[in-house]
């Protein structure tokens, strides 16, 4: 009886260590976890601000004033611009095509020899 | 005293049997396992539900801690920012903590983003409470200016604040929500409990509209308000699949500063607003008549003899005073051959096909503010004169616009939504596949030949009807020359493959230099809609670029 006695107090003693331990460990690690949480937390809001700051920036008419100012020879397409598949393949536009990439061709030409 | 303890227990031990001594102390062991498990299994229960069948309760209960609510953030069909929550940080203060509450409020008040001394005063002066907010979302200048202050009993806790990145752009589709974070209108009061989010930033809600459609379609239908001086204006861009690319409703406001807005402003005309169609209802009246078989293209309506409707004349804007094939009568827009048509389906086959449309039911869309239809108690024989050129019955416009582009989307049912990809996909049909490609032959026909040609463009198959309806106001339609109009363009492109529809309104636009007098929706709205197409198309597809004359149509038109 003595002999088990000792043994279960010796067992409480070590366990009683053991858990101390594991408590502080625990708790360290909480504080640990506790403080990236909130420099991810702190990323998270910097992200939000920024992907707001980002979308504020791309506002089209932010974006029209800008290309008003800084882009003045650029104009937005038309519809005449834009051809569909069908109608390239067509004849009519065949020639106006040959025609343009003469033309292209030319100008790259001449500026290669200007150079 | 050790060794008697161990004697009195062998003692006692000898003074009863062992084995009823086991029995005892087996039954107590029972018991006492039955009570732990009952315990046990008690606790697991209530742990598995609240972990797993009320988990949504608790992150909410979680999240409304102190009121603070952290919404998701809304974006556009393409992942542009439309609305989001940055953490600000709100000043408390506990008035029994406050050691002197005048000067505390003193102090403060001397902070011009503050609420006035007087205020304050008021605030701190009920010892009795431990929390009252001072000033909420204050900027980190604030922060720094109060802590410099060092008052005992006025903390900061973190809060959220909701901001619109695009102002006035979306606002009567995303709304607005409440400085505690709960949403009073649009899409924020609609999807109130889905934006309510605890911690997970990747939540958001996509919507199908696009910053770039609605972006354009602001911008023209503001300019041509002003043109036309016109009271207001909406416009809807619509997919063939229901998804809404661009809403907008003039005038509107800037949902981050709610506070200042007139409440007229807040008015969505094209979802809580319900409108006489005007002549845009022909569309239904025409395919109401080819559908049920009863009138073909070539079909003759006499539109000579203006009709007696009790003290109302029914008679022609700039008629042409012969007989009509039905061709002529929509794309000349002629009221009193529609009359005829609609007579001759006649009242049941009216109504039938209006439940069929469903014109009598209120549209379902992702808002709030959705307007239900203005119908006459009695479908009397007055009703269905009137119904077939657009007047009697009132409706939203996005009502109007999803009855139209199912009547020219092949005959198909089209949902509204303003969700990306929450497109209720139907086969329900409500006319047929052939009477759909008349009806929009036949609108065609009206950009080639009749009201709509202003609306047309270049190259591409647009199709439309225009429509002017006069404003009810003091129980009538106003006296000629004191009449207030609503004009409105509804269409789509391509005739072939209608993939996208638009309607335009204008509330009350005048005469103007280079309109001739006139303020019909061909002079205005129409006018509208091709600057809107003329400017979407490039962006919204290439591969629609086609230009037929609506030859079905043609043959059955007279222009003298």
């Known amino acids: 009886m003595n002999k088990s006695l000792l043994i279960s107090l010796f067992l409480i003693v070590i366990l009683g260590g053991a858990v101390s331990r594991v408590k502080y460990e625990v708790l360290f690690l909480r504080k640990k976890s506790q403080s990236i949480q909130g420099e991810i937390e702190k990323c998270l809001d910097d992200i939000v601000v920024f992907s707001a700051e980002w979308s504020y920036l791309n506002d089209p008419n932010r974006l029209k004033k800008l290309c008003q100012k800084h882009l003045k020879e650029m104009v937005p397409m038309e519809n005449c611009q834009l051809i569909s598949h069908e109608d390239l393949m067509n004849n009519q536009y065949e020639e106006l095509y040959n025609e343009t990439k003469e033309k292209s061709l030319n100008s790259f030409l001449n500026k290669v020899l200007e150079g | ?560």
């Open chain 2, 1 to 560: 005293m050790k060794g008697s303890f161990f004697d009195g227990f062998a003692l006692w031990r000898k003074s009863r049997s062992h084995s009823k001594l086991m029995e005892i102390l087996r039954i107590r062991i029972i018991i006492s396992c039955i009570f732990g498990v009952m315990i046990f299994i008690c606790i697991s229960y209530r742990l598995a539900n609240l972990m797993v069948f009320e988990g949504n309760v608790a992150v909410k209960v979680a999240t409304n801690q102190n009121g603070i609510i952290r919404r998701a953030d809304i974006t556009d069909r393409n992942g542009s920012l439309l609305a989001t929550s940055i953490t600000t940080s709100s000043c408390y203060a506990d008035p029994s903590a406050v050691i002197d509450g005048n000067e505390a409020a003193e102090k403060l008040s001397q902070i011009k983003e503050l609420p006035t001394a007087d205020t304050i005063r008021q605030k701190l002066s009920d010892k009795s409470k431990h929390f009252v907010w001072i000033a909420r979302h204050v900027t980190p200048q604030v922060k720094e200016k109060i802590m410099d202050l060092g008052i005992p009993g006025i903390s900061f806790q973190k809060d959220y604040k909701r901001i619109y990145i695009h102002g006035n752009l979306f606002s009567h589709i995303i709304g607005c929500s409440d400085i505690d974070g709960r949403g009073v209108s649009g899409i924020e009061c609609y999807f109130n409990d889905q934006l309510i989010i605890s911690n997970d930033p990747e939540k958001k809600l996509i919507l199908s509209l696009d910053l770039r459609i609605q972006s354009i379609i602001h911008e023209e239908l503001q300019k041509n308000i002003c043109k036309y001086k016109a009271l207001g204006g909406n416009a809807i861009l619509m997919s063939n699949s229901g998804e809404i690319l661009a809403l907008v409703s003039l005038p509107d406001y800037d949902p981050n500063d709610v506070a200042k807005t007139p409440s007229i402003n807040m008015f969505n005309r094209n979802t809580l607003g319900v409108f006489e169609p005007g002549s845009t209802f022909k569309i239904l009246n025409v395919a109401i008549a080819l559908d049920s078989g009863t009138a073909k293209l070539n079909s003759m309506f006499d539109a000579k003899t203006p009709i007696k409707l009790g003290r109302h004349t029914i008679t022609d804007f700039r008629g042409k005073n012969r007989a009509l094939s039905l061709a002529e009568a929509f794309v000349f827009s002629s009221n009193i051959a529609a009359v005829k048509i609609a007579r001759n389906f006649g009242l049941d086959t009216q109504k039938k096909y209006m439940e069929k449309f469903g014109v009598l039911e209120k549209v379902q869309i992702e808002l709030p503010e959705v307007g239900a239809p203005l119908i006459p108690a009695r479908w009397s024989d007055a009703t269905a004169t009137t119904v077939s050129y657009g007047y009697g019955v009132s409706l939203s416009p996005v009502h109007l616009l999803s009855i139209i582009a199912s009547i020219a989307n092949d005959g198909i049912r089209v949902r509204p939504t303003l969700l990306r990809n929450g497109a209720f996909h139907s086969d329900e049909r409500i006319v047929s596949s052939q009477t759909s490609a008349i009806v929009r032959e036949l609108m065609r026909a009206v950009i080639c030949y009749g009201t709509g040609k202003k609306a047309g463009i270049d190259g591409i198959d647009i199709f439309g009807k225009t429509g002017t309806a006069y404003k009810i106001r003091d129980h009538g339609y106003g006296t000629s020359g004191n009449r207030s109009r609503i004009t409105t363009f509804v269409g789509g492109f391509s005739k072939k493959n209608p993939k996208y529809f638009l309607i335009v309104m204008l509330d009350d636009p005048k005469p103007i230099e280079g309109t001739h007098g006139f303020a019909t929706a061909g002079w205005n709205a129409a006018p509208v809609a091709h600057d809107i197409f003329g400017r979407i198309i490039p962006i919204l597809d290439d591969g629609i670029r086609s230009q037929e004359s609506p030859l079905q149509v043609t043959r059955f038109l007279n222009f003298n």
